[in-house]
């Protein structure tokens, strides 16, 4: 029943596939003995039996038997033809082939022919056709054909509907990805622009710290400073969202000691926590090594995060930070298991499905109780990734939460980058210097000028890298430092007419060390900025013993003395 049921399914083409097997094992049969009257009867049987079109030949090619659906298509107007020359013009556009090539037979040879499909010319006009011919043993020739003219037309239908859809979908991939770029430039444009009002916030807030200032005065100074810090991280996690959606999440590896890389972050939290009253643990199981290689300004900022949403969210009980080794059989990696759990008041099933989706806040907007913009898991999470690992939850309504992190880290490998484990010799502070500070932006230039009296040096300013290669032409300077975006001419190409790159500007010393200011914080940028051959950069808002340092590791890159 099964393969009767399977037959009435296939359609005349696919059963026109098999059809010359058939022939072939009824032909064979007169082989084994059985009468020519009988051999025939069966031979007619299953030509007349076909479902598609069927025509008999003989050697000379004149038609001996066709069944109903063959005399239908072949037809013309003027009855059917009398032999194979009169079925009419029929031509194969894929291999150039006739009618008259498919009958065409070596000698001997009885396997099946087929030409696959041919464009026939009937009374209904061209039509799509599949023939395929075999030589029987005594020389006359079957030949079966069926018409697929409507499946040809299915399958180009389907075709053009299928480039129409990879049009559609090549058109908004092309779109999304205009739009993430937009949007990452809107991003990155966005942070110039809070990042320069908040370097002249924290800045003059820095410089105003320094004076003398009653208690009102310093508590009020202390809040203006802790706002404009967390307008500062807000304006990161949005650039790093960014850049992790965009998949441009870059990693800098380096040999740190993870106890002492944490020791800060871990000191921050643990004094929120005490301050709402809440206890805080942390614990780096013994066996993890003391020293590791990874990216230890992602791995902060991933602690940070996780604890940050912890102590945000707990309202009584405690916090607590476990660091262990995970289970990963990974050869020559070091698997880190980093777990984050609070008494908080736990997530609803239905907001973990999307609490690591960027911008989701896990309560209503205009009731929300904690401030946040819904940035701090989904950046934990793809930092994880992008060190092979990843974050989960386990959360209960009302019995708190548990992130888990794991990543991979690989073991130091002896050449140390920071060694902040070590008890460092404060470097000498740097003699009175003659800089020239570049910057367009009054608050920022006015800070700086600030700052750097502050340490005893002389300041020439200028307002762009025009005025500042003019001075450069006309006076000896022992450093300069530029911001990046400018009028007229921006810190890059000044540098770059400095160094010499750059005709139409004489400097009386190309080599002179240059610090660059800078409010791009992503890597494309960074990379772009020490292309110039600059020296050092300091990234907005600036922060005195940043620039310090700087400032030093420019003059040492130069080997003038500090």
């Not at 937009?182 to 820095?206: C, V």
């Not at 309504?397 to 794991?406: N, Q, T």
């Amino acid at each position: 029943m099964a393969d009767r049921t399977s037959k009435k399914s296939m359609t005349p083409y696919e059963m026109l596939s098999g059809f010359s097997e058939r022939v072939a094992q009824v032909d064979g049969e007169q082989r084994q003995g059985r009468d020519q009257a009988s051999h025939e009867a069966s031979l007619r049987l299953v030509l007349s039996n076909a479902p598609f079109g069927v025509m008999l030949l003989a050697p000379d090619l004149s038609i001996l038997y066709m069944n109903v659906v063959a005399a239908a298509l072949l037809d013309e107007g003027n009855g059917v033809p009398e032999d194979w020359a009169g079925v009419g013009r029929a031509m194969a556009a894929e291999t150039g082939e006739t009618l008259a090539d498919l009958v065409r037979f070596e000698d001997g040879q009885q396997t099946e022919r087929s030409t696959g499909v041919m464009a026939l010319h009937t009374q209904d006009g061209v039509r799509s056709v599949d023939f395929r011919s075999c030589r029987l043993q005594d020389g006359r020739i079957v030949v079966g054909f069926a018409d697929i003219t409507e499946r040809r037309n299915v399958v180009k239908d389907l075709q053009r509907s299928h480039k129409k859809l990879e049009r559609m979908v090549h058109e908004r991939t092309r779109d999304l990805v205009a739009a993430n770029n937009a949007k990452r430039d809107f991003l990155a444009n966005m942070s110039h622009e809070l990042r320069t009002p908040l370097n002249g916030i924290l800045g003059m807030s820095e410089i105003l710290r320094d004076t003398a200032l009653d208690e009102e005065q310093r508590i009020c100074l202390s809040a203006i400073r802790q706002a404009g810090h967390e307008m500062l991280r807000i304006v990161s996690n949005l650039l790093d969202v960014s850049k992790a959606e965009a998949g441009r999440l870059v990693l800098r590896p380096r040999n740190f000691a993870l106890r002492s890389s944490l020791e800060q972050v871990i000191t921050l939290f643990r004094r929120r926590a005490l301050t709402k009253g809440l206890s805080f643990s942390s614990i780096i199981e013994a066996d993890i090594p003391e020293e590791i290689n990874a990216d230890p300004d992602r791995l902060k900022q991933l602690v940070f995060n996780l604890l940050d949403n912890a102590v945000k969210f707990t309202q009584s009980g405690g916090v607590s930070l476990g660091i262990r080794l995970g289970t990963s059989s990974a050869s020559g990696r070091i698997p880190l298991r980093i777990e984050v759990s609070d008494t908080g008041p736990g997530i609803e099933a239905e907001a973990q499905e999307h609490i690591f989706e960027s911008f989701f806040l896990g309560e209503e907007l205009m009731t929300k109780k904690h401030a946040g913009a819904g940035l701090g898991l989904p950046i934990a999470r793809h930092i994880a990734m992008s060190m092979g690992g990843g974050v989960r939850l386990e959360s209960n309504k009302r019995r708190g939460s548990l992130f888990v992190a794991e990543l991979m880290a690989a073991p130091a490998n002896g050449l140390w980058t920071d060694r902040s484990a070590m008890r460092r010799v404060e470097p000498p502070t740097l003699g009175p210097l003659k800089i020239l500070l570049v910057e367009d932006e009054e608050v920022s230039r006015m800070y700086a000028r600030l700052l750097l009296d502050k340490m005893g040096h002389i300041v020439v300013m200028a307002e762009n890298g025009v005025a500042a290669l003019q001075r450069l032409g006309a006076e000896d300077f022992d450093l300069v430092i530029t911001d990046i975006q400018m009028p007229k001419m921006d810190g890059v190409t000044a540098v770059e007419h400095i160094r010499g790159v750059r005709e139409g500007y004489e400097v009386r010393d190309p080599a002179i060390p240059v610090v660059a200011l800078t409010v791009f914080a992503h890597n494309d940028a960074r990379e772009r900025i020490l292309a110039a051959d600059v020296d050092e950069y300091v990234t907005k808002p600036v922060e005195s013993k940043r620039l310090t340092e700087a400032m030093r590791n420019a003059l040492a890159r130069r080997g003038r003395k500090a």
